[in-house]
C-alpha cells in the first residue's frame, strides 16, 4: 500500500510537470529543456520562502511565477533574437543554474525539515493521515488539469495548438506566432517549477541537482500518455498525461521492487521509452494502411 | 500478475527461511557473544557510484558483521544506488519504506535527506558520509537526532591538514582548492578553510565548477596561481582526479588529498579520513540500534581518528621529503 501511495505522490506530482512538458513539446512541437533548471528553480523559491516563514501556500503561486519568467526567457531568446528552439532552452537552463544557487543564498542544499509546509498545514493533515499527502498533491494537479483543459478552449488556446500544427494558420489570422510561442512557454514553465515546488515541499528539501534529468521523466510521460491512452476518444489528452506520468513512476518503483541492478536502471529506462515509442510507430503505421 | 506475485513472495519466503537457518548455525559456532534475537532486514541506499562511499558500505557491512550481524546469516541486505538522480533518491526512500525494513542506512547528504523525509520517524535512519549533519537538518546543535536518525559525518580535519601541509611546504603562500558549486559540503568546507588558513600563514585561492567538463581549464588555471592544491571530498572533483593531478604536475606543485583512496591514486599525503573506517563506526551504531537503542538519542559522530597517509612515489616525482617530524607517524598509502 505505501508503495502504491509513493507511485501516486510521485506521479502526480511529475504530472504537473508533464502538462508543461505537453504544451512545449506536443503542442508547439517544441524541445524545451528549460526545464531541467525551471523545476529546481520552483523549488529554490519555494525553500527560500518556507525559510523566511512565509506561508507555504503562497509559495505555489511564487513558484508558478518564477517558472513563467524562466518560459518568458527562453521564449524572448527564441523569438526576438531568432535562436534555435533547442538552444534557446539550453541557454536558459544553463543561466538558470546560478540564479538558483543565488535563490537559495548560494546554497546547494537546503533543507526545510522543521518548518511547515503545504502538507502539514492541510486541513485533511489530522484526518487522513498517509493518504494527506497524496491527497493535496492530486487536488493541486487536478486545478492544474482543469484550468489547462479550460486555457485550450479559449481563443489563445486555439491559437496556442495552430501554432504547433501549422503556423501559417495563425498567420493568415493576422496573429503574431511569436507570442502564441512565448506564451505557451511562460505557461509550461510556470507549470515545471510548481511541480519542483511541491516536490521540494513534498521531500522537505532543495538539492541544485534536482532537475537533472527532468526532461526525460517530463517526455517519457507525456509520450505514454499520449501514445497509449491518447487514442481513446473518451479520455481528454491532459487525463492521458495524468495516466502516462503514473504508469511512468510505477515502472520505475517495480524495477526499484524487483531489485534490479541499480547500474541498469538508465539502461531500463531508455528501453522502456523506445519500446513505447515503437510500439506507436507500429500503430501509426498500421493505421495509415487501414486507411489506404 | 496475482499468481507470479505469490510465487514471489513465497520463494522470498522460503529463502528466508534458509537464511535463517544459516543464522543460527553460525551463533552455534560462538564466534558471537552478541545478543542477536531474529533475522532483520536492512536497506542501504547510496547516492551515487563513487569509490568513497563504496568504501563506505563496505565498512558499514564490516560494522554490523562485528557487532553480530552478517549477511546471508541473519541479516538480510537490500542494496539500492540512486546513480547521482535526486528522483531515484526519493523513489528508492520510499521503496524501502513500503517493504518495512528495520532500518535504513544512507550514504551521503541527499539521499540521508530523502531517506529520512520518507520515513517520517518510523523507520530509523542511520546515515554516513554526510558532512554537516547539523546544517542538512538531521540532527540539532548539541548532536542528538531532529527525529529518528542518527550517523556519522565525513567532516574534514582541515586544521589538521594546515598543519600538515604547512610541515611539507615551509614556504608555500597559497593553496588552491577546486570544487564543485552545487556540492553543499564543498561550499562549507571552503568556509571553513577560509577561515583557519590565516592562522597557518596561508591563503585560499579557490575555484568553482558546475560540470566534470570545466575541470580541466579550471585545473590549469589553478595550478598556475598557486604553491599547492588541497583536495575536498568533492564528487566531482574526485571523480576526475587525474586531471587535476596532471594540470598540478606540469606546474610542478603537490596535490593533498582529502582521504585515503586518494592519496592511493596519486596525491601525495592526507591528514584525513579512511571512508572503510568511517562506515565501520556507522555499522556499529546501526547495531546499536537494530539492538533496541533509540536512534533520535544517540548523538552523530564524527570519525574518531584522522591519520596521515603518504604516497612517496608521489612525493619523490616532485622532488619533495615527507618531514622527519611526521615520518613515525605516516603510513604509506596503497
Known sequence: MALILSVLEQGFIYTILALGVYITYKILDFPDLTVDSSFPLGAAVCAVMIKAGINPYLTLPAAFAAGGIAGLATGMIHVKFKVRDLLSGIITMTMLYSVNLHIAGGQANMPIFSSENIFTLSPFADKLGEYNKVLVIFIIMLICKFLMDLYLKTKSGYLLRAVGDNDTVVTVLAKDKGIVKITGLVIANALVALAGCVMCQDQRFFEISMGTGTIVIGLASVIIGTNVFGKLSFIKTTTSVIIGSVIYKACVAVAIWLGLAAIDMKLITGALFLVILVISNFRKAGAENDQA | ?334
Open chain 2, 1 to 334: 500478475m496475482k499468481k507470479l506475485l505469490s510465487l514471489m513472495l513465497a520463494s522470498a519466503m522460503a529463502l528466508s527461511m534458509l537464511t535463517g537457518c544459516g543464522g543460527k548455525a553460525g551463533e552455534a559456532d560462538g564466534e558471537t557473544d552478541m545478543q542477536v534475537s531474529e533475522n532483520v532486514k536492512i536497506g542501504i541506499a547510496q547516492f551515487a557510484p563513487h569509490g568513497s562511499l563504496d568504501n563506505c558500505v563496505e565498512g558499514f557491512k564490516q560494522g554490523l558483521a562485528e557487532a553480530g550481524y552478517v549477511e546471508g546469516k541473519n541479516l538480510e541486505i537490500d542494496f539500492q544506488n540512486a546513480q547521482a538522480d535526486m528522483a531515484n533518491t526519493n523513489q528508492i526512500a520510499q521503496s524501502m519504506v513500503a517493504e518495512n525494513v528495520d532500518l535504513i542506512c544512507a550514504v551521503a547528504t541527499p539521499m540521508a535527506q530523502a531517506a529520512f523525509n520518507a520515513a517520517e520517524g518510523k523507520i530509523p535512519v542511520i546515515y554516513t558520509a554526510v558532512t554537516d549533519p547539523v546544517a542538512a537538518e538531521l540532527a540539532n546543535e548539541d548532536g542528538s537526532g531532529t527525529g529518528n536518525a542518527t550517523g556519522t559525518s565525513d567532516k574534514l580535519a582541515v586544521e589538521a591538514q594546515l598543519e600538515m601541509i604547512r610541515a611539507f611546504q615551509p614556504d608555500a603562500k597559497k593553496i588552491g582548492i577546486l570544487y564543485t558549486t552545487s556540492e553543499a559540503n564543498s561550499v562549507s568546507a571552503i568556509e571553513e578553510y577560509k577561515s583557519l588558513a590565516g592562522g597557518y600563514g596561508f591563503e585560499i585561492v579557490d575555484s568553482g565548477i558546475s560540470q566534470p567538463a570545466d575541470i580541466p581549464m579550471a585545473a590549469a588555471d589553478l595550478a598556475a596561481k598557486v604553491d599547492c592544491i588541497s583536495n575536498l571530498t568533492d564528487n566531482t572533483v574526485v571523480s576526475s582526479l587525474p586531471v587535476l593531478l596532471d594540470a598540478a604536475n606540469k606546474a610542478n606543485i603537490p596535490v593533498y588529498g582529502s582521504e585515503i583512496e586518494q592519496v592511493k591514486n596519486g596525491c601525495v599525503a592526507t591528514e584525513g579520513l579512511d571512508y572503510i573506517a568511517l562506515g565501520k563506526q556507522t555499522g556499529a551504531m546501526a547495531a546499536r540500534v537494530l539492538q533496541g537503542e533509540d536512534a533520535k538519542t544517540i548523538p552523530y559522530e564524527t570519525i574518531s581518528e584522522y591519520s596521515l597517509y603518504i604516497n612517496s612515489a608521489a612525493l619523490q616525482t616532485l622532488g619533495m621529503n615527507c618531514p622527519d617530524d611526521l615520518k613515525d607517524k605516516a603510513t604509506e598509502a596503497e
